[in-house]
């Protein structure tokens, strides 16, 4: 099956929704199926490129503000998605953008099943503009994507069940299918505890979203604050901010070791999750969370806010490693029971361990592949 991946940043760093497609679209081809990418072009001359290349659009004023979340926009070029898209047996998108939008009506001109994975919420872009809370422009948003984008795609993946409901609830009409991106396997490097400090890690991009001033604020309700080795790693347009919430921290003496602050690529990020005592994940808008799956697959107890948009909190295997969004007092009563409690925090590792191979990627591809299948057969392919 020849398949076309339609995204405009395929090659953006510290970017969860890029590399969820990279990995996707590897996992395809190493199943046997043909997959092309129409994409922006690498900025990285020496790196590979999208076999399908477009230029970079640069958005007067708001540019800045896209390149500080590792992300890019692309130029569309008639030519090259025409040419795209008469390759393809199904088209397959990742965004819902302009990119995509016109991707579309070529491919139902020329008769191309279109399928679509919803990777990112409204929310996602408005906190960028300080709008991250606003009802009235996300819902605006959320609309004008079903309905220049997903509803005129024929089945579109959902990541977990809080995306499914929410698609649901707001008359998204493709037919949806409810199945993970998927991790790729990998075996758990964990190795014995030490004593102090414990590892407190938080992986992801620094913004708004993500929510990482909660955990700062947390340490000032924790009884353990003084024993714990706070660890970010990702970059992002918060990061200034966080950077100094953290050093206030220190100075004042609320935590006894200055928190870290790193940019890991994946086997970094591995040791990370694998020394890491607990992985904490404040993230208020969340589609899926590639990075608390990462490091629950090496054994780091999560611990997890829980709230109407973030899809995380499902692999909570219970309460213990839930907290209310925003809620400082409740995470830090969170974080001092599992340090309380080693005995426990050790037993739940494992099972972490094995909820994460349920999300192998093998299984992803297999049921996007079916996905793929249905949308040819239901246009006659």
Not at 149 to 162: E, H, L, M, R
Not at 224 to 241: D, N, S, W
Not at 284 to 289: F, K, Q
């Amino acid at each position: 099956m020849k398949i076309l991946f339609v995204l405009n940043n395929f090659f953006a760093t510290g970017n969860g929704l890029s590399a969820s497609a990279r990995r996707t679209v590897k996992a395809l081809r190493e199943a046997g199926q043909e997959v092309r990418v129409l994409s922006g072009i690498n900025p990285d001359p020496d790196g590979p490129q999208p076999e399908y290349s477009l230029p970079k659009f640069h958005f007067p004023l708001f540019q800045p503000i896209i390149d500080a979340h590792g992300y890019g926009f692309a130029s569309t070029d008639r030519k090259v998605v025409e040419e795209a898209v008469r390759w393809a047996d199904v088209v397959h998108m990742e965004e819902p953008f302009v990119l995509q939008i016109k991707t579309e009506k070529v491919a139902r001109r020329l008769g191309k099943p279109v399928t679509g994975t919803y990777h990112l919420h409204p929310e996602n872009i408005f906190y960028s503009l300080w709008l991250g809370g606003a009802k009235l422009p996300n819902q605006l948003l959320l609309k004008a994507w079903r309905d220049l984008c997903f509803n005129k795609w024929s089945y579109v993946q959902c990541p977990t069940a809080n995306v499914m409901e929410r698609l649901q609830k707001n008359g998204f009409s493709s037919s949806l299918r409810q199945f993970s991106n998927g991790l790729i396997p990998d075996r758990c490097v964990r190795k014995p505890h030490q004593n102090h400090p414990y590892v407190l890690a938080c992986i992801g991009r620094l913004s708004g979203e993500k929510d990482q001033a909660t955990l700062l604020k947390a340490m000032r309700h924790c009884r353990h604050a003084r024993e714990v080795q706070l660890v970010f790693a990702g970059r992002g347009p918060q990061e200034g901010k966080i950077r100094r919430m953290a050093e206030r921290l220190y100075r004042e003496g609320v935590v006894a070791y200055a928190p870290l602050f790193e940019f890991l690529d994946r086997d970094g990020l591995r040791k990370l999750g694998a020394r890491a005592d607990l992985c904490i994940h404040c993230a208020t808008v969340e589609v899926e969370g590639l990075s608390i799956m990462e490091a629950m697959q090496q054994g780091a107890v999560p611990v997890i806010a829980t709230g109407p948009i973030t899809g995380a909190d499902q692999f909570a295997l219970d309460g213990r490693s839930l907290f209310q969004q925003h809620d400082a007092r409740d995470l830090a009563r969170k974080i001092d029971w599992w340090l309380d409690h080693p005995e426990e925090r050790e037993a739940m590792e494992q099972q972490y361990v094995a909820q994460m191979e349920t999300y192998d990627i093998a299984r992803s591809v297999q049921a996007l592949v079916r996905m793929f299948q249905e949308a040819c057969g239901a246009a006659g392919l």
